[in-house]
């Protein structure tokens, strides 16, 4: 144990609970002890406090007892002489530190000074709303503060199975802008999440990527928090709310919480330049999460003891990085950071010539930046898989038939056809439109390269700076190629990839997609829950909701939305052991309501015996168990004798007195509550719809945004229920947020609820 570290970081610990004190001082004298205090969009109150002490702080009183205890965990600065055998000490410090930083960002709440103000940032993927109500007339102007529930949520799945190995707490500024770039695209591509705050000398990190065009945001994986290190403190609250969602665990287990972070969320600090008291105090804090300090400056380190699965803390010098440049420097830092955590990483080489990984997914191509586009306004583009003979195509082969596009002007557009001819012992018809739908994902992963839309609406943007790298038409056939093979070896053999922009090929090719598009649509609409004899369970959530099983019928889709039931059959021949397993239905034992035999023994031995029988068509009669990811939540309203329907996207109060993420706290964790479900939008859609109770005009409540993203399928749903006005009859947000409110509009409009059968 390094004394130097210990005297800095228990230094750093006194200093910053004396502020935290101070300020709550003056701010309870200035606004009283009753005044609100709370994080934006979050259920968790005060998160690190609660997940440490079990108090659900919501004034500024009641941080008084948090700092008194934050004070009792300091300890004096040792003496040199002094020897310190273990970490004990200093991680007390550490926690004092978590609590003391997240009080002051608490106040900072109180006084409008949270999120920061940072001059022309502007985040993608956010619906924050600046505390002035306004922005810095560039459409931004701030950091974006805590993560919110519903994005954490989002996050949820990829965290949970992997995908997403967990996240980066870059504190400081790297040694040049070149640096801080190549160390976040190094992150992206491993899909690590990135998390920004803390500056040297007054320079962030957050102002090299602001200068170097980086976009920021929930859609890039790149969160910036704020330019001081206080506001690392909101890394430590989204891993402590991981735990509190994902681990099923409450406030003050923090034992179980510190545990849950240590081995299931792969996290360390990236400290950038020159590390003060502070930061080591606030490192001190992460290691009590498991979380080591990788720095690239000279300190001492903090060898293996055991707290850490690996080293604690790690010097990395800058300049004595092997490399010949920054770039390649940064690239080797973010390498050995990743080694330090000690996570194996799955990151699939795709040969093209600009950075490629999940990251880029949500990075969109503006008009300013683009160099030509496929589809949209001016053009169109398609893309179409199919099963092919085994011997009909050759793996690997790319073929751009028609010209490039190097005529197009700057800007420009052009049509473009992609067709990926499959072939597998394993492959099945079925799996086209599983398959197909990877398009979007694969392709977006490529940095510079924007899609959007399926089928014959697809819609590409190459950026000026990826063709400017060298990106060409063919590589698109590179990512599928690679992609393919990578993720779906088990039901693919051979990939074959032809791009068509000539204007006869094109449309001869157009015309066979849509003729395809036109039979699966008829194929799937003919698929019904009797037309086939088995369903797929999902169990991918029972990692953090451990009796939770989603049961996936061909009308009925996981609740997540993620999995409808082709996907689940996908994925079980991709996986034979995984989550999705057919569930053979057997004897029904009651059409009405959705219950046979077989559903009813797999659920049972699946939940771990404590879920014996499920109605796949009833809210209100064992219903199905909710987990936490679901895109939406039913629940009934006995008042209006229906149910409403809130959307995950919805962040305004509904008749039933509570927002989404107060709802989502109730309905989750795996367990059966008759009255509220968990359900994916396009069920909704579904002849099943809880059809035992009435079906779709029971809703007499949707959040508004559902009802715009889905008019045109919801119209269609009301005229086949017989009711084509019925959906304006439906209230929203816009409407009702009380039950009062709700009342009158459903009579005004006459809705259908009112007059049906009562619902108990
Ligand atoms: Fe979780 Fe159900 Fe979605 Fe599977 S289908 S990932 S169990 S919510
Ligand atoms: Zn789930």
Redesign the pocket.
Known sequence: MSRYIAQAAIRGANMIVNEADAMLKAAIKEFGPDTPVAFTNTAYYLPVTLGFTGREVKTLGELEPVLDYARGLLHPVPGDSVWLPYLGETLDCGSATLLATEAIEAIRFVRGQQPERIPGLQLTGTSFTSPDGGDDGEGGGYANGPIDDIQLRAW??QLVDGRMPGFAAIVGAARSNEAAVSIVRELQKRNILVFLSGNVNGRSIIHQLQEEGVEMGYDTYIVPFGTDTISAIYALGFATRSALTFGGMSGGQTRDILLYNKYRVFAFVLALGEVDDLKYAAAAGALNYGFPTIADTVIPQILPTGITQYEHVISMPFDDIEGENDTEKARRLVQRAVEVRGVKIKVTDVPIPVPYGSAFEGERVRRADMRVEFGGRDARAFEYLRMADFDAIEDGKITVVGPSFDDVPMGGAMNLGIVVDVAGRKMQEDFEPVLERQLHYFVNGASGIQHIGQRDITWLRFSKGAVDKGFQLKHLGDILYARFHADFGSIVDKVQVTLYTDPEQFEKWLGLARDAYQARNIRLAGMTDESVDEFYSCT??QSF?PN?V?VVSPERLG??GAYNWLDCKASHQINPTGPNQPIVKGICIDPAFGVWQGTNQFVYQNSHQSVERVSMYSIMQDPMTA????ECIAIVVPEANGIMVVSREDPSMTPAGMTFSTLAGVAGGGLQTPGMMGVGKYYLLSRKFISADGGFKRIVWMSSNLKESMAAELQAVCEREGDPDLLDKIADERVATTVDELLVYLEEHGHPALTMDPIF
Request: with cysteine.
């Open positions: 949820g799945i991918l959530c909701a939770h989603c609740l997540c987990c936490g990811c679901f």
